[in-house]
Nanobody, 118 residues
Framework: QVRVVESGGGLVQAGDSLRLSCAAS????????IGWFRQAEGKERKALAH???????GGVESVKGRFALSRDNEKNTVYLQMDSLKPEHTAVYYC????????????WGQGTQVIVSS
């Protein structure tokens, strides 16, 4: 059984940094691709970035240079480092597991709320 737990969200001020964590457990999660998504209130959930077992990462254009992914395979944890946060980054951030390596995320965490005040 795959389990995904996000943490690290909170209330920060514009310009601050925040690091979110995604702990994934379960046999297939240990080698899976991990993705980060966010959903602002009243809006659709959007993909942010993903990282493979070997640490290759990719992200959407809007987060390049501002957000960075890293992965600690010994801890089965993926980190999303977010710098220079803006109020428009306020959202619930989700982590998900793609253990079929096909871009389909079958296992999701409960999300962690990030609020950026101006």
């Amino acid at each position: 059984q795959v389990r995904v737990v996000e943490s690290g969200g909170g209330l920060v001020q514009a310009g601050d940094s925040l690091r979110l964590s995604c702990a994934a457990s379960g046999r297939t999660a240990l080698t899976a691709d991990i993705g980060w998504f966010r959903q602002a209130e009243g809006k659709e959930r959007k993909a942010l970035a993903h990282i493979t077992l070997r640490g290759s990462s990719g992200g959407v254009e809007s987060v390049k240079g501002r957000f960075a992914l890293s992965r600690d395979n010994e801890k089965n944890t993926v980190y999303l480092q977010m710098d220079s946060l803006k109020p428009e980054h306020t959202a619930v951030y989700y982590c998900a597991v793609d253990d079929n390596y096909d871009g389909t995320y079958d296992y999701w965490g409960q999300g962690t709320q990030v609020i950026v005040s101006s």
